[in-house]
C-alpha cells in the first residue's frame, strides 16, 4: 500500500490521476466523504490547467494509433474491458455504493451488469456500422464515420460509472480518445475503470481519468483547444458555462440535464401499477434526472390514488444502502440534503401540505431526507418548476386531458414523461403532445441502448444512444467516386 492507494470496504482504490498510461499526483487534494456515515474514503489528486493539458496532450498523442486500429481491435478491446467490469463487479458496485450512497443490491443487480453491457453493446454497434451507399447520376455516394479526435467526457454524481461508461464506451469505439473527469463527489470508480482497462490492454493516453473539481479541473478540459468533442451529464447552469467554452473553440458539445418530469395517472389506468410507477420515483433517493417528481392524477381518482400512494411511500425502508431490505438511502452531500430541505421548507411556507415525510430523517440522521409528497402546490410555485434532486414528489390533480398536457409541459424542461393508462388511443394522443426526450407509457426506466436518450428544451441538447452517440462522437465523411470510365461532365 502506498501513500496514493485507499482502502474502501477492502478494495484499493488509487486516488491519482491516470494520464498517458501512468498514475500520476497533484501537490493538493481533496476529501473524499461517504454519504452513507461521513466517513472520509480518501484523499483524492485534485486536477487544475497542469493535468488537464497533460491529459488533453496525452489523449492527442495516442489518438492517431487508435483511430487507426482497425474495428475488430477496438471492439476486442471494449469486450476486455467488459469482461474486467464482470470480474471486478463485486469491488465495484461496494465502492460506487460507498462513494454515492446509492443501493448496493441496484449497483450489483442493475447498474454493474449495465456499466459491462454499455461497453459489449458499443463494440456489437462499431462492428455493425455501416449506411447503404447512394447512387446520384452514377456516381456513389459512401458515408463514413471518421473518428474526432480527443473527447472530454464531464460526468455527475448520482450514478458515476453508469453515466462515465455510457459516453466512453461510443467514444472509444468510434476511434476517439477520451479525458474523462468525474463528479468531485464520487471520484473512485472512474479510477477503477482505469485499472480494468489498462488490464484490458487499452494503449496508454486512449483512456485518461483527470480528478478535481469542475471550475478547476472541468473548465481548463473544456475549454482546451486541442478538444474536438464535449460531452456533458449534469445541471443546467454548468452546461451554460461549459457551452461557452465550447461555442469559443467551435467544439461540437452534448448535454445531457436535468428535469422536473411527470407522471399521468389517468382514471382509467391501473391503479396499482401507477401508485408502483409513483413510489419508484424515489429511486436513489430521488437523486435521477428523469425522475416523475411531479405526479398529475385525474381527479375521480385522486383520493383513492393518493391514499395508496400515501401508505406505499410511508412504507418504504429508509437506511444503511449496504443492507438488503433498504429502500432509500442518504442523499448525497451536505449540501444537497439542505439543497432539498430548503425546497421543502419554502414550498410548505408557500401553502404546501406534506402528505408524508416534508423533513430529514430525525433517527437516522446525518444525510437521510424522509420520502415527501406534497400536494396543495400550484403549478408557478418553485416546488413544481425547478428541479429538486431529492425524495420529493408534489400531487396535483387535473380534470382532463387537454388540463393533463397542458401541466405536463408547464415547466422549462423536456427530459421524460410516463403515462398511465387503460386507453391506448388516449396513450397515442397524449405521447404525442408531451414535450420530452423520452416518454413512457405504463412502465418507466426500461429502454434498449440502440433507442436516443436526451431531453428537449433545458433538459439538453443532442442524443445518446446508439447511432446518436456515433453521430457525435466521429466526422462523418461522405466519399462520392464516378462510375468506371467517367469522363467528366463535359
Ligand atoms: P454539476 O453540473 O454540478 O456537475 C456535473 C459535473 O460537472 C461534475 O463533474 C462537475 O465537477 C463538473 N463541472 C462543474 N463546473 C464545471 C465547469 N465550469 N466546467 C467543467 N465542468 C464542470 O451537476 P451535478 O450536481 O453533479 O449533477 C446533478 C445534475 O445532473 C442534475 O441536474 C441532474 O438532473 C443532472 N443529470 C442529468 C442526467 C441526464 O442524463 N439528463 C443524468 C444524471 C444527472
Known sequence: MTEHITTVAGVAVDTRHWIGGERVASVRTFTDVSPIDGSTLGEIARGGATEAEAAVAAARTAFPGWAATPRTERARLLRAIADGVDKRLEDLAIVETHDNGALLR?????????????????ADWLLRLEHEDFTTRG????????????????TPWNAPLMLATWKIAPALAAGNTVVLKPAEWTPLTASLIADIAAEAGLPAGVLNVVQGYGAEAGSALVSHPDVRRISFTGSVPTARRIAGAAAANLVPA??????KSPLLVFADADLDLAVDLAVEQYDNAGQVCLAASRVLVEAPVAEEFTRRLVEQTARLRQGDPREEATDIGPNIHPRQLEKIDGFVRRALAAGARALVGGTPHEKLGGLYY?????????QDSEIVQEEVFGPVLTLQTFTDEEEAVHLAND???????TVATGDR????????????GTVWVNCFFVR???APFGGSRQSGVGREGGT??????????NTVSAPKGWKGHG
Open 468 to 477: 446518436w452517440s456515433f453521430d457525435f462522437y466521429c466526422d462523418i465523411k
Open 411 to 417: 415547466t422549462r424542461f423536456g427530459l421524460a414523461a
Open 425 to 436: 388511443e388516449r396513450a397515442a394522443r397524449v405521447t404525442a403532445r408531451l414535450v420530452a
Open 254 to 259: 452534448s448535454f445531457e440535464l436535468g428535469g
Open 370 to 378: 424522509r420520502p415527501t409528497l406534497l400536494t396543495g402546490v400550484a
Open 106 to 122: 441496484s449497483h450489483r443487480r442493475g447498474v454493474m451488469p449495465r456499466v459491462a453491457h454499455n461497453f459489449r453493446f458499443f
Open 139 to 154: 456516381h456513389t455516394n459512401h458515408v463514413s464515420w471518421d473518428a474526432a479526435g480527443p473527447s472530454v467526457l464531464i
Open 448 to 450: 434498449d441502448l440502440q
